[in-house]
C-alpha cells in the first residue's frame, strides 16, 4: 500500500487516470477494428455479384491427381450439362411460341362466337309504340271535368274542437 502512495505522490495525476489512458487505446482498437470490418462488409456487398460471375463463368480446373479416364468422364459430363442447357432453352421458346398462338386462337374462337350469336339472335330494335295522332288541323278537344265544390260548408262546424250539438232546425216544429 504504501508503494502507491509513494508513486501517486511522485506524479501529479490520480492512479485511477492512468488505467484509463489503458481502456482508451483498447477502446480506440476495437473502434477502427470494427470500422474497418464495416468497409470491408460494404465492399463485399456490393462487389458480390462480380464474384458470383466470375466464380460462376470459371470452369472446373483438373486436378492433378484426376486420372485420364476421370478427365474424359468429367469433360463429357459438362458437355451433356451444356447440351441439356440448350435444350431446355429451346423448349421454353417454343412453349412461349405456342402460348403466344394458344392465346391468340382463343381470342379468334370469342370473337367469332360473339358474331355467330349476334347473327342468330337478332338484337331487337327499341322503336316507340304508334300511337296516332291527329292533325293539327282536325283536332277534337274533349271536354274536360271539373269538379265543382261549395265555398261554404252545409251545416255546423266546429272551429275549437269541442263537439257540435245541432238544435233544431227552423223549418222543423
Known sequence: MMEIMDQTAGSDLPPVLHKSSRRVSWLLVLVVFLVGLCAAGAY?????????????????????????????????????????????????????????????????????????????????????PHVPRPTPGHAVSEPTKTLVRSSKPQGPVSVGGAPLVSGPKPDEP
Not at 491427381?65 to 435444350?87: F, V, W
Open 44 to 128: 463485399f456487398w456490393t462487389n458480390v455479384g462480380e464474384l458470383v460471375e466470375t466464380l460462376a463463368a470459371r470452369e472446373v480446373a483438373p486436378m492433378p491427381g484426376l486420372s485420364p479416364e476421370d478427365r474424359a468422364a468429367l469433360s463429357e459430363i459438362q458437355s451433356g450439362q451444356q447440351k441439356a442447357s440448350d435444350e431446355l432453352a429451346e423448349l421454353n421458346r417454343s412453349i412461349s411460341a405456342q402460348l403466344a398462338d394458344l392465346t391468340r386462337m382463343s381470342d379468334q374462337i370469342a370473337a367469332l362466337t360473339l358474331r355467330i350469336d349476334s347473327l342468330q339472335n337478332p338484337a331487337p330494335t327499341a322503336s316507340p
